[in-house]
């Protein structure tokens, strides 16, 4: 059985470990904690500040095709765990990065985290995904367009939540 290691990055509450839990076929292994007064860049970005932040990194699992074992890592998207998002990119066969459009901070964000990983943009599988999608959000997709003309980067809307939208995401790294 081949085995394939996939790494969501992402702001804080851009959905990595909903997603993660929403395909992983054993338990999820989540390092998710009460956010602590400490933490405001949950708190300044969501409209609705999580109550949980991912301090470690989650991992959950599926096959693929009976023949694939995917593995999944999610990081933290705090700044002060950086050092993860490296480390844990080494060895795997694409990366998602995942932003909430609802995001208060949104235009910062894409900013940082489209620059951050450019090199994983231009020479790597990489999909950017989209939570919380609704056409009134539709210039803030332009601004990730446009922060990545350069790259042939798919940008995808994808309920976390679904089983289905989350599986039609990956299919694009594995395939």
């Known amino acids: 059985m081949n085995e394939l290691k996939i790494v969501f990055v992402g702001p804080t509450g851009a959905g990595k470990t909903t997603a993660i839990n929403a395909v992983s076929e054993i338990s999820v292994v989540s390092t998710e904690v009460m956010r602590s007064s400490l933490d405001t860049e949950s708190l ?38 950086e050092f993860l998002w490296e480390f844990m990119s080494k060895g795997s066969r694409g990366t998602v990065i995942l932003f909430d459009i609802t995001s208060k901070t949104f235009t910062n964000e894409i900013n940082f985290f489209i620059n951050r990983f450019r090199d994983v943009l231009l020479t790597s599988k990489c999909i950017v995904g989209i939570s919380k999608y609704s056409e009134s959000y539709s210039d803030r997709v332009i601004e990730i367009l446009d922060l990545i003309n350069d790259s042939n980067v798919p940008v995808i809307a994808v309920d976390i939540r679904n089983k289905e939208d989350v599986l039609k995401l990956l299919a694009l790294l594995i395939e």
């Open 44 to 81: 300044n970005s969501q409209l609705v500040p999580k109550k949980t932040v991912t301090v470690g990194i989650d991992y959950g699992e599926f096959s693929f095709n009976n023949d694939t074992r995917v593995r999944l890592y999610g990081v933290p998207g705090q700044m002060r765990f």
